[in-house]
């Protein structure tokens, strides 16, 4: 009961501004179909998310209200219909003005070290924050397959079992028998045909995603919200099993 009352109390004083909500929903074409009802859900578990979560600024970046309320929307889109409860394992988000370079470490099966610098629009690891390069949070939300906020989302998705796996804890829902076969078998479809794009060949989702099995699932939940009707068309299991995990059907949704 006590949670109730201060959930309605954060949500009385706190609620995200008229004005921004409509400039949220009117710049961010992935945000489009959804009922008065499912707005009105969203508009709230978002405010809840901005007061739970603390936001870090680096390297000079400033971000005003709205700005903030363009991260926790997009942060809260995917689990509009299951809970903050599944964000419990961060609370701090980190934005740097830009991409980032991180240095890796990594060793192969001889036992050799490897070493190197990648640059990085985002970042997760389990317990830590979410950070994540402003200038690619402005390149996000706008139906074309990218989202750096909803990557780093399902990836911290990914790890509230503590596994980086690309297979989430799942909710009754959704079998993990299912799950398992359905990423699996796309998963090494779509390596194969990465290995083809070298050779010329043309895909519809960002090769990233042949990385590993977590970082498939991290594109696959982008392309999920972002451009659902081109996952349904590419993989339509593992679109299937997306709107059972996260209880929506986007591509539906887009098509209003």
């Not at 988000?93 to 629009?121: C, I, N, Y």
């Not at 799942?170 to 070298?198: C, I, M, T």
């Not at 099993?241 to 209880?247: E, S």
Request: net charge negative; hydrophobic share 40%.
């Amino acid at each position: 009961m006590f949670r109730r009352l201060r959930r309605a109390r954060i949500l009385r004083q706190r609620l995200l501004a008229p004005e921004h909500w409509s400039s949220l929903l009117e710049e961010h074409p992935i945000l489009a179909g959804f009922s008065p009802e499912e707005q009105g859900r969203l508009r709230e578990l978002s405010t809840l998310f901005l007061h739970e979560k603390t936001f870090e600024l680096r390297g000079g970046q400033e971000l005003d209200a709205y700005l903030r309320a363009v991260i926790a929307v997009q942060a809260c889109l995917p689990v509009l219909n299951l809970g903050l409860d599944w964000y419990r394992n961060w609370r701090t988000v980190v934005v740097v003005p830009d991409v980032f370079t991180q240095e890796l470490r990594e060793q192969d099966e001889a036992g050799v070290v490897h070493e190197w610098e990648e640059e990085q629009s985002g970042e997760s690891w389990d317990q830590g924050p979410v950070v994540l390069s402003w200038q690619d949070v402005e390149a996000s939300g706008w139906g074309d397959g990218y989202n750096v906020v909803i990557h780093e989302a399902a990836h911290k998705l990914d790890l509230l079992d503590g596994q980086f796996n690309g297979r989430p804890q799942l909710h009754q829902g959704v079998s993990a028998a299912e799950w398992y076969e359905g990423f699996s078998g796309a998963y090494e479809d779509f390596r194969k045909r990465a290995g083809r794009k070298r050779r010329g060949k043309r895909l519809r989702i960002d090769d990233y995603a042949a990385e590993n099995d977590a970082e498939f699932f991290a594109v696959g939940c982008e392309y999920f919200f972002e451009q659902p009707g081109v996952l349904k068309g590419e993989y339509p299991q593992v679109y299937r099993l997306l709107a059972a995990f996260f209880r929506q059907d986007p591509a539906a949704r887009l098509k209003k």
